[in-house]
């Protein structure tokens, strides 16, 4: 049990160190209208999905993966895909940008500098939750370990 406890909360920490670094990423972007690719930076965000037993699995370790997935529930989270939002950015006149259009127009990244801070704290409130959990059991192993003369 402590195990698959330790397992879920390290995917935790895994999917939401994740998801900082991309927030980070859109907020490194937020002036960013030329990319590689065309057009202005769009912002990215994380998917998560659940983490299951992986039913084809044959190595000895896919099978003492899925038993402890198995008994504790759940597998935790892992990071499904990073999506790119698709919405237009705003249009700002700034006629003296390299970017510019024939009317003076720069379309502007789709970032939305509070939102991704909210998002930024949040991501980082769910890390530290995962880390106490971390904490906590391993603690209790510890403790475990001590009562029983170990």
Do not use: K
Request: hydrophobic share 35%; charged share 20%.
């Amino acid at each position: 049990m402590f195990f698959s406890t330790l397992s879920i909360s390290a995917t935790g920490l895994s999917a939401q160190r994740t998801r900082m670094d991309i927030h980070a990423q859109n907020l490194a972007n937020v002036d960013t209208t030329r990319t590689p690719e065309g057009g202005p930076y769009r912002r990215r965000a994380v998917i998560f999905e659940e983490r299951s037993p992986n039913p084809t699995g044959n190595t000895f370790a896919d099978m003492i993966r899925n038993a402890v997935l198995q008994q504790s529930g759940g597998g935790g989270v892992r990071v499904h895909s990073i999506m790119e939002d698709e919405s237009d950015g705003p249009m700002v006149y700034e006629p003296g940008h390299p970017d510019a259009n024939a009317d003076g127009y720069v379309m502007r990244p789709n970032v939305n500098v509070i939102a991704e801070m909210v998002n930024m704290i949040s991501a980082s409130r769910s890390y530290e939750a995962n880390m106490t959990a971390w904490s906590v059991t391993q603690s209790m192993m510890q403790r475990t370990l001590e009562i029983s003369g170990r």
